[in-house]
């Protein structure tokens, strides 16, 4: 079924529309789950949580991508679990290790402006990265929204381990460069 | 939470489209790719050089004639298994319209396959069985055309012309981005008009406010719909289902209203459906025009009792392996296809599996009556 026909399920309240998401995109939905989060029980509860955000957010919602909007609130729901895991001193793998990496994006000392919402923040990423080449941006995606691993982002990217190192930092140079000039820090 | 965690979290606010592009989309490179495509150009050599001298060795057989299982025209050897009725019924219904004839004494209960397994609907429960659902054909005369309904134009592009089970003839189809318009191919009359189009209200919108009720937005939705067919909806059945949505900012309610013509107290597929925000504007609308299909058969009386007996009884002929505990009462819609008004009848019920709890789902079809020809 085409994006559009499931879309169109959702408005009209019928409760084919989660069985079709599900038919159409659980797998896609449980691997960027399980790239964050450490056992497959939990990928499974973000996976299942996401239907149930969806039904409740379309409408009024109406996602341009529909891939796209479903695994934004899984990511956001596996980021979740996966601070509640930190904070049980538990699993975090990848996505802490990126989270790590995402701190060289942000000047010492400094700190984002209160007013900025994560809404707005969220816009300015988007630009960066529409103006970026193919690759880099895609690499980011890979890394910083799904926390793909390095060894995974080499074999999918058909490059070397070092190469996908690289091209990452400098791209998080340029992000904090961008944001510096965008001014979002205080 | 942490300035990173911050960030990470904005990560999660980006465009959907680049998200889509990234995630969706085969990163491999292209050295990779010449690497396959060379190597499947050597298999399919490598493979050619054996078939060949099979070809050339070969003694002469009788050819087998190739069947096209994908079709989706259902013949008689198409069916799903057939369960006959076990009641002996005459009639269900009597007309008041001469051209309507009264199937007597053969009511079958036809079984579609499509019971659930487990929770959750199945979706083909028609698909293969005696409603054929749509042939399309594409013709190549592309055209647009600039549609107005509900106060706004807007220009569709021809897609392809249908013959549905819903209209007794051709519909042209013509889409837009969200949305899409059926017309009937001869005379041009809108027949179907679909849209899931952003939130839009209408100049005699009422004001709406936390006090307003349920019947308030039927009130709303039947007046402009009244207003849209020129027909009065007041014997059409209603129905509407509430849900609270999230915007990611407030919750709010969300009426989805259906008016459905009824036959006998028996709703008929093709109805009218608005999706309604709080505020009153529309989010969505399925407007099916279906008067010619269901026309001969309008004055029908159906015996809704016989037809609930009919099902149930194949229901539990059907269940009667299955450690079922409850079950719901029928839901019985009406179809109208090449002539023939059939009942769709489904019942839903729960039943025990390895200590699980499952719910099923049985749906027959059952000829009622059909045009005298």
């Known amino acids: 079924m085409t994006d559009d026909k499931i879309i169109a399920l959702y408005f009209e309240r019928n409760e084919d529309a989660i069985q079709e998401t599900k038919n159409k995109y659980s797998r896609y939905l449980l691997s960027v789950a399980q790239s964050i989060v450490s056992n497959q029980e939990d990928a499974e509860e973000c996976e299942n949580s996401t239907y149930f955000a969806t039904w409740n957010s379309i409408p009024p919602n109406r996602p341009h991508s529909l891939s796209g909007y479903l695994s934004k609130i899984t990511r956001n729901f596996a980021l979740k679990k996966l601070r509640t895991q930190k904070t049980e001193k538990r699993g975090g793998g990848e996505a802490l290790l990126s989270l790590g990496e995402l701190n060289e994006c942000i000047p010492a000392s400094a700190a984002f402006d209160e007013n900025l919402t994560r809404e707005n923040l969220g816009e300015i990423l988007s630009a960066f990265l529409k103006e970026l080449p193919d690759t880099e941006q895609r690499l980011f995606i890979c890394r910083y929204f799904r926390c793909d691993s390095i060894a995974t982002l080499a074999q999918n990217f058909g490059m070397k381990e070092s190469r996908v190192k690289v091209m990452l930092m400098r791209t998080r140079e340029k992000l904090a460069k961008h944001l510096t000039e965008k001014g979002v820090f205080l | 939470m942490t300035q990173s965690e911050f960030l990470q979290d904005a990560i999660g606010m980006i465009d959907e489209s680049l998200v889509e592009t990234a995630l969706m989309t085969n990163p491999k490179p292209r050295r990779r790719a010449v690497f396959f495509a060379v190597a499947a150009c050597l298999t399919v050599m490598l493979l050619a050089i054996p078939v060949g001298i099979l070809f050339a060795n070969r003694t002469e057989t009788p050819e087998v004639p190739i069947v096209d299982t994908t079709s989706v025209v259902s013949t ?43 929770i959750g609907s199945s979706a083909g429960a028609y698909s293969g069985a ?63 008009f679909y849209s899931v189009a952003n939130p839009q209200k209408l100049s005699n919108c009422p004001i709406f406010t936390s006090e307003s009720s349920e019947s308030d937005y039927i009130a709303y939705a039947k007046s402009i719909l009244s207003d849209l067919i020129s027909e009065s909806l007041d014997q059409y059945m209603v129905t509407v289902k509430t849900s609270r949505i999230h915007d990611g900012i407030k ?50 009386v159906i015996d809704k009792e016989k037809l609930d007996q009919i099902v149930m009884a194949n229901y539990e002929m059907d269940t009667a392996s299955l450690n079922v505990f409850s079950h719901e009462s029928p839901e019985h819609w009406l179809y109208v296809e090449d002539g023939v008004l059939w009942a769709q009848s489904s019942i839903e019920y729960r039943y025990w599996k390895n200590d699980v709890e499952w719910v099923g789902e049985h749906t027959y079809m059952i000829k009622l009556a059909e045009v005298q020809r």
Not at chain 2, 80 to 101: A, C, D, E, R
Not at chain 2, 271 to 295: C, H, P, Q, R, T
């Open chain 2, 130 to 192: 005696l409603l054929q659902g749509t042939k399309e054909y594409k013709k190549t005369n592309v055209a647009k055309q600039i549609f107005t309904v509900f106060e706004t134009s807007g220009e569709y592009k021809y897609n392809n012309t249908r013959k549905t089970i819903l209209y007794p003839y051709d519909v042209d189809v013509f889409m837009s981005s969200s949305s899409e318009v059926h017309q009937n191919a001869e005379t041009g009359e809108i027949v179907w």
């Open chain 2, 76 to 118: 008689q050897t198409a069916l799903p298994p057939i369960t006959t009725s076990p009641l002996p019924i005459t009639s269900i219904g009597t007309t008041q319209s001469s051209p309507v004839l009264i199937i007597p004494e053969q009511y079958q209960a036809l079984y579609l396959p499509g019971a659930m397994n487990g």
């Open chain 2, 251 to 300: 919750e709010s309610t969300y009426y989805r209203i259906s008016f459905a013509k009824t036959i006998s107290g028996i709703p008929c597929r093709g109805e009218y459906v608005i999706g309604i925000f709080e505020d009153g504007s529309f989010g969505m609308y399925s407007l099916k025009f279906n008067k010619e299909g269901f026309a001969p058969f309008e004055k029908l």
